[in-house]
């Protein structure tokens, strides 16, 4: 199996990102190591990297060095943005980073880092118009896509380090610094012309540590259920209540916030200004979370090398099919498992009458329903039920991980947990939990009719007859073992449909 690192040398932290490459176009980070070096601090003065901020990067560097040699990395893409590409010592700097720690690094143009963080962006959510922020210490990146294609970028020269160099003042108060902050940028983004332009359905979308750390908050203050930061979504409400908090806050209040980075305690008003500028000025309503930027494009880049000039089109069943390949899933038979619960929703349709949307929910059930026997196989249905709960999926809203995780958890016949299903009310509607039963019922007829995973049942078709459901089957070879097992289902396939089972 291929390793590959990546080093993103930012303004503010160093991060290496280390992964196993799969066969088919996959990737699966397992190590990383973060340490803060603010290479921008007090750049402003003269343009030079000072030696103090150069000699903690290079401690940073033979770090990841070590770790990449244990880990036997075959590759390293080692890349600095905004504060080296205006080093008047860059050359220098990378020189000494190269016969100290052997590594070669590349200093991204501002096209060439907007392009990264939009492949990110793009190959891991499934939002088709937007506009891309992400906030270094020392630049803030703007990238305004639409149908997978980059219309605009800008990268405005100030940064959450920049700004707090700028606008810190001892003797004034943090409310005051946060506003003339807000003043400032937002009239650097009315020098932004396509800002003015945007379309009315693009969305915004936060790329990066600042962004991170605001979803922790917002998550922890809320109790919210499900422990993901990837494709949150922040109103602006939500923003406005934490920004008003820590703007009011001293450095020692700030260290203090959970879900807040204490080595971004002192620069994080400057972020959230920034940010509060822009939706100021630019009108949107809520902020969609990533959690994949700079880093994630270039190991897409490498992994399908086709996304340097196309999109990966179907983004969660790519990521779907990552965790498949990652953790052994029998595909053959899961894609016949999803193919039989496809084919008993369409037929059984007239019955659970569920909208289309439930339809992913399924899908996502079916294929991932045995993932738990990586664990065990008894209670694998439970295993399952974590695995995809914590699977961090691509391009899949968190109501509807919550609802493929319960599907998958009802392919065998034990009770419905309701006790778990209640401590994700919070992104639950009231109607799930019908949809939920149906959902299993069918999920387990499905993966009973293919009990010798042989993929013998190929076809179904349902008949709706009085009080009952007739299932025809067009089968290869004897599948009496599949129809027995699936009539297994009948008590709870009546409950859920209010009808009787019939498998022929």
């Not at 219309?151 to 405005?156: A, D, F, T, V």
Request: hydrophobic content about 40%; glycine content about 6%; some cysteine.
């Amino acid at each position: 199996m291929e390793r590959i690192a990546v080093i993103d040398l930012g303004s503010n932290s160093a991060r290496l990102v280390i992964a196993n490459i799969l066969p088919g176009g996959y990737f699966v980070v397992f190590d990383e190591l973060k340490e803060q070096v603010r290479l921008a601090q007090d750049m402003e003065r003269d343009g030079f990297l000072k030696p103090s901020r150069v000699s903690q990067a290079v401690k940073t560097f033979k770090m990841f060095k070590k770790l990449c040699d244990a880990h036997e990395v075959s590759k390293v893409y080692a890349f600095a943005t905004n504060a080296v590409r205006r080093a008047k010592n860059q050359k220098s700097f990378l020189e000494e980073v190269n016969s100290v720690c052997g590594f070669k690094f590349k200093v991204l143009t501002e096209e060439e880092e907007a392009t990264h963080i939009y492949h990110g962006v793009i190959n891991s959510m499934d939002v088709p118009k937007a506009v891309i922020m992400d906030i270094s210490g020392s630049s803030c990146q703007l990238v305004y896509y639409n149908r997978r294609n980059i219309l605009n970028r800008e990268n405005l020269p100030f940064g959450t380090i920049t700004l707090s160099d700028i606008f810190y003042d001892p003797n004034m108060p943090g409310e005051e610094q946060a506003k003339m902050t807000e003043t400032y940028v937002r009239d650097q983004f009315s020098h932004v012309a396509w800002l003015k332009e945007l379309d009315p359905d693009t969305q915004f979308i936060g790329v990066g540590g600042s962004f991170r750390n605001l979803a922790k908050i917002c998550r922890r203050s809320k109790r919210y259920s499900v422990n993901m930061t990837h494709n949150y979504i922040v109103p602006k409400t939500d923003f406005s209540n934490v920004y008003d908090m820590i703007k009011s806050m001293d450095m020692s209040q700030r260290a203090k916030i959970k879900g807040l980075s204490v080595a971004r305690a002192d620069i994080f008003v400057s972020a959230l200004a920034c940010v509060k500028g822009f939706l100021d000025y630019v009108g949107f309503e809520k902020i969609i979370i990533s959690g994949s930027g700079i880093r994630e494009g270039i190991m897409y880049n490498h992994a399908v090398p086709t996304t340097i000039e196309k999109p990966i089109t179907e983004v969660l069943w790519h990521s779907v099919y990552t965790m498949m390949h990652y953790f052994d899933v029998n595909i053959p038979h899961a894609e016949h498992v999803c193919s039989l619960s496809l084919q008993l929703y369409k037929q059984l349709r007239v019955l659970h009458k569920l909208p289309r949307q439930y339809v992913k929910v399924l899908r996502v059930a079916a294929l991932l329903h045995d993932a738990g026997m990586r664990i065990k196989y008894y209670d694998h249905p439970r295993h399952s039920f974590y695995f995809i709960m914590n699977s961090n999926l691509n391009g899949i809203t968190h109501r509807e991980l919550v609802l493929a995780a319960f599907v998958a958890a009802g392919h065998k016949q034990d009770e419905f947990n309701m006790a778990e299903w209640v401590k994700y009310k919070d992104v639950l509607r009231e109607e799930d939990l019908v949809a939920v039963l149906k959902l299993g019922v069918i999920l387990r007829i499905a993966e009973s009719l293919d009990r010798t995973m042989s993929g013998n049942v190929k076809t179904l078709n349902c008949d709706v007859l009085g009080d009952s459901v007739i299932m025809k089957t067009e089968v290869e070879g004897d599948c009496s073992l599949e129809i027995k097992d699936a009539l297994t289902a009948g008590a709870e396939f009546a409950k859920a449909y209010k009808k009787n089972l019939e498998i022929l």
